[in-house]
Structure formats: C-alpha cells, structure tokens
C-alpha cells in the first residue's frame, strides 16, 4: 500500500513530535497518490473553507506543519 515517505523522518536527529508517535508524515502509495498522516482539523476547519472549496462526509482537513511540506518536496514527482 505505501512506497515511501516523502521528505526526512520526522523524528530524524532525535527530534520529537507532537505525539511523540510518528506524525506528520507525507506518504506515497502504490497507486502513486499520496496519503497524510497529521492533526485532523476538520471540525474547526471545515466552516472556514473557501467558498469552491469542500469537505465530503468521507473527508477530512488534515494540519501538517509548513517545514513537513516544504522538506518533502523534493521527493515530489514534477509529472502525473
């Protein structure tokens, strides 16, 4: 199901995230689509949306740190 993380292990150098569990973390799947691992936001979010922008009962807003983004861009594919 999962191919790898993008970016550097959050715990890398022995630093130490929120829980203490392994978060955030940017995935690739086998499919080639991505999956999140952080804080689910949804409840407080989802009124605060964009007006073109939605979250289905199936979904959910997921908070992941700038520097967790920012650090896995370059494991990003360019092309679909």
Do not use: Y
């Not at 952080?38 to 700038?66: K, N, S, Y």
């Amino acid at each position: 199901m999962f191919l790898r993380r993008l970016g550097p292990d959050p715990h890398a150098n022995g630093a130490k995230s929120a829980g203490l569990s392994g978060c955030p973390d940017i995935l690739e799947m086998a499919s080639g689509d991505f999956a999140v691992i952080g804080i689910d936001i949804t409840a407080r979010g989802r009124g605060q949306l964009p007006p073109t922008v939605g979250c289905g009962p199936d979904e959910r807003i997921v908070w992941i740190p700038r520097k967790t983004l920012v650090l896995a861009k370059a494991d990003i594919p360019d092309k679909f």
